[in-house]
Nanobody, 118 residues
Framework: QVQLVESGGGLVQPGGSLRLSCAAR????????MAWYRQAPGKERELVAR???????NYADSVKGRFTISRDNAGNTVYLQMNSLKLEDTAVYYC????????????WGQGTQVTVSS
């Protein structure tokens, strides 16, 4: 069983920064990729950023140049550094992890609220 523990959400003013963390705990032999999604009220869940086993990253166009995804050396914790936050970044952010390979089991975190407001 794998559990994803998220932290770091909160309230921030426009232009501010937040750092989200997600730790994967349990019996984990390999991780194919780790990612962050978000879902704003009334909208579908969307991919924000993903980092693969090999360290390749991809980002949603709306966050390029402002957000950075990274992993710790052990590879079981993923971070999302969010800078220059905008009102439209307000959403619940979810951590997402796929194990082993492209068809491996997929796990989701419980979500953490990020609110950008003046």
């Amino acid at each position: 069983q794998v559990q994803l523990v998220e932290s770091g959400g909160g309230l921030v003013q426009p232009g501010g920064s937040l750092r989200l963390s997600c730790a994967a705990r349990g019996t984990i032999s390999s991780i194919e990729y780790m990612a962050w999604y978000r879902q704003a009220p009334g909208k579908e869940r969307e991919l924000v950023a993903r980092i693969t086993r090999g360290g390749s990253t991809n980002y949603a166009d709306s966050v390029k140049g402002r957000f950075t995804i990274s992993r710790d050396n052990a590879g079981n914790t993923v971070y999302l550094q969010m800078n220059s936050l905008k009102l439209e970044d307000t959403a619940v952010y979810y951590c997402n992890v796929r194990l082993y390979n492209a068809l491996g089991p997929l796990y989701w975190g419980q979500g953490t609220q990020v609110t950008v407001s003046s």
